[in-house]
């Protein structure tokens, strides 16, 4: 996989998780309700936002693509 594949791969995987409707449970009066949202990355809490960039972070391409032309 080339860098530029892997990283247009993730920009539309970030794209996409950034446009998912995002399931919230919240309790009211002892009931439980469930609502969907739809929710930006400028949205996403920084943990959560973390956890994107680490996951699927250019380096991590970069290095793929590195060990596999050795």
């Known amino acids: 996989m080339t ?4 990283i247009a791969l993730t920009m539309v995987f970030v794209a996409t998780f ?3 409707p995002f399931s919230q449970i919240a309790i ?3 009931s439980i309700r ?3 949202q739809t929710h930006t990355l400028a949205a996403y809490p920084p943990v ?3 956890l994107i960039v680490s996951n699927v972070s250019f380096s991590n391409c970069l290095n793929m ?4 032309e050795d």
Do not use: I, R
């Not at 860098?3 to 892997?6: F, G, S």
């Not at 693509?65 to 596999?68: A, T």
């Open 18 to 20: 950034a446009t998912l």
């Open 48 to 50: 959560l936002l973390d």
């Open 34 to 36: 469930a609502t969907v």
């Open 65 to 68: 693509s590195d060990s596999v």
């Open 3 to 6: 860098n530029v594949t892997c």
């Open 28 to 30: 009211v009066n002892g």
